[in-house]
C-alpha cells in the first residue's frame, strides 16, 4: 500500500486510529479458550467489529512468537484474514527488527513477501545497512524506532552526541539513505513534547504513534504538534480497545472504545 491510499482511508473514515492485535491468552474472554485457534477467534471478532473504525492494525509478533508454531500460524491467519477481508488496511508487523544486511533482507523477505505485511517495525541501532534491505520493496514501508514512549528511552535517546540528542541525529541521517521515502517513525505519545523538533527534520513522514490510552498519552497534544497537511499520523492503542472487556460482549465493547477514539480523530480533522 502506498501512503496516498493510506490518506485517502484516513480521509474517508475520518480516522487516522491503530488498533494493537497484542494477544495475551491469561486475558482474553475465557469462552474463546474453548476455540481449536483463540488467538485467532479473537483477533477475527475485534477486526471484524472494528474496521470500520481504523486505518490500520498493527500485531506485535512478540505476543504470537510466545505460544510457538502455533502463535505463528495464528498470525499468519490474522494477517490473512485482514488482506482478504479488510485490503483497505495499513497493516504493521511489530516486530522491531535490525541486524546486518543479509539477515535483514531475510526478516523483510519473511514479513514483506511471505506474510504480505505493508509494513514492519525496525530498530536503527546497527545503522544504514541494517534498515535499507527493508527499504528497497515497492510500496512497502519501513517504520524505524526514533523516539519510543517508554521510561527507557532516556537511557539512550535523548542523550547529546557532539552537541545534538541521539533521537534528533537518527531522523537526520536517515533521510540520507537510499530510498527513504518509504521510511516512518516510531514516536511515543508520552513524548508529546518533542513533536515540534521532530517535524522540523522529517516534515512530511508518517509516525506510528503508541502510548495513547493505557500509557496516559494525549491525542490533542500529538495531533497539535505531530500533524501535517496529510495528517501523518497513525495513533496506536491496543490494550485500551482489545480488552476494554472479558466477557461475551468484548468485540462490541472494543468497538465503542474505538469508536471513541475515532470521534475525538474526526474532530481534530474537522477543525474542532
Not at 492494525?57 to 505476543?63: G, S
Not at 516486530?95 to 504480505?116: C, P, V
Not at 527493508?134 to 524506532?145: S, V
Request: hydrophobic content about 40%; some cysteine.
Amino acid at each position: 500500500m502506498n501512503t496516498i491510499d493510506l490518506v485517502s482511508q484516513i480521509r474517508k473514515k475520518k480516522s487516522f486510529l491503530c488498533i494493537g492485535l497484542d494477544v495475551d491468552l491469561n486475558k482474553v474472554p475465557s469462552h474463546l479458550l474453548k476455540e481449536e485457534d483463540p488467538i485467532f477467534a479473537f483477533n477475527k471478532e475485534i477486526i471484524d467489529a472494528t474496521h470500520h473504525l481504523c486505518v490500520s492494525y498493527k500485531p506485535n509478533t512478540a505476543f504470537y512468537e510466545a505460544y510457538g508454531l502455533k502463535g505463528w500460524q495464528s498470525l499468519e491467519k490474522t494477517i490473512k484474514y485482514i488482506n482478504e477481508e479488510y485490503p483497505e488496511i495499513f497493516t504493521i508487523a511489530d516486530a522491531k527488527r535490525g541486524d546486518i544486511g543479509n539477515t535483514s533482507t531475510m526478516y523483510a523477505k519473511a514479513f514483506f513477501e511471505d506474510l504480505e505485511f505493508d509494513s514492519v517495525t525496525v530498530a536503527p541501532y546497527m545503522g544504514q545497512d541494517s534498515v535499507e534491505p527493508f527499504l528497497k520493496f515497492k510500496d512497502k514501508h519501513t517504520i524505524m524506532l526514533a523516539l519510543t514512549s517508554n521510561v527507557g528511552a532516556f537511557d539512550f535517546q535523548t542523550k547529546e552526541v557532539e552537541g545534538k540528542e541521539l533521537y534528533k541525529q537518527v531522523l537526520e541521517t536517515s533521510k540520507t539513505w537510499k530510498n527513504s521515502e518509504n521510511l516512518m517513525y516510531v514516536v511515543g505519545a508520552t513524548k508529546a513534547e518533542y513533536f515540534e523538533a521532530i517535524r522540523n527534520i522529517v516534515p512530511d513522514s508518517f509516525l506510528l504513534v503508541p502510548g495513547v490510552g493505557a500509557q496516559g498519552g494525549n491525542l490533542q497534544d500529538v495531533c497539535k504538534y505531530g500533524m501535517n497537511d496529510n495528517v501523518g499520523l497513525l495513533i496506536n492503542s491496543s490494550r485500551g480497545i482489545i480488552y476494554a472487556s472479558k466477557d461475551q460482549d468484548f468485540a462490541k465493547a472494543a468497538a465503542d472504545k474505538a469508536k471513541e477514539l475515532q470521534l475525538q480523530m474526526e474532530g481534530v480533522l474537522n477543525g474542532e
